[in-house]
Structure formats: C-alpha cells, structure tokens
C-alpha cells in the first residue's frame, strides 16, 4: 500500500514562500511519478508540478514555473515542492500523489494517479 503525508502548508503572504513536503512509503515500481495537485474551492483540481523517478525530469504547470520548484531527497523518501513568489491565485488544498511511469505526464490527468496525500491547505493572504 502506497501511502503519502504532506506537510508544510500553512499561511503566507504574497511574495512570500512556503515549502511543502511529501513523504512517501510503500512504492514498489522500479519508475513512478510523484506529483503536486492542488484544488481551490469550486474549482478541477489542477496539476501543478511532477517528477519522474525514471530520469528526474521535472514538469510545471504554466501557472506556477519559474516560481515553483520540485525536487527530492532519496535518503528521505520525501519529495518537496518549494513554492515561492505567492499570490493569493495559489491559495488551494494541495496534494501529493504517486502513479506509475506515465506516458502522458504533462496532461497532469488525476486518473493517472492511483495514491494520494490528505492534502495540505495553502493561503496566502494579506
């Protein structure tokens, strides 16, 4: 059984910068996808930022490149998702999720993905 826990969530204000982490257990496949999604009230749910495990190349969304960034530590099973530059347009519920080598990884599709976190509240706000 997969699992993932976030953390890191909390308020900020815009400008400001948060880091949020996903800890992940139980991945069995050799190449897999870790992903941050994240849903505002009354809106999809949106990909925001994914990794492959099969070559470490990284996606982002239009929305959030060149202020976000993802990455992971191996040692510590956790993949970070390092948000800075915030507007309010970030504040959402995000979450981590794990699928498997994807062929489409920047559809950012949810069905792709069979694990996810509990999510994570982000508000930024003055």
């Known amino acids: 059984q997969v699992q993932l826990v976030e953390s890191g969530g909390g308020l900020a204000q815009p400008g400001g910068s948060l880091r949020l982490s996903c800890v992940f257990s139980g991945i069995t496949l050799d190449y897999y996808t870790i992903a941050w999604f994240r849903q505002a009230p009354g809106k999809e749910r949106e990909g925001v930022s994914c990794?492959?495990?099969?070559?470490?190349?990284?996606y982002y969304s239009a929305s959030v490149k060149d202020r976000f960034t993802i990455s992971r530590d191996d040692s510590k099973n956790t993949v970070y998702l390092q948000m800075d530059s915030l507007n309010t347009e970030d504040t959402a519920v995000y979450y981590c999720?794990?699928?498997?080598?994807?062929?489409?990884?920047?559809?950012?599709?949810?069905?792709?993905?069979?694990?996810w976190g509990q999510g994570t509240q982000v508000t930024v706000s003055s």
């Open positions: 990794i492959s495990s099969a070559d470490r190349s990284t």
């Open positions: 999720a794990q699928g498997g080598l994807l062929m489409k990884i920047e559809e950012f599709n949810p069905d792709d993905y069979t694990s």
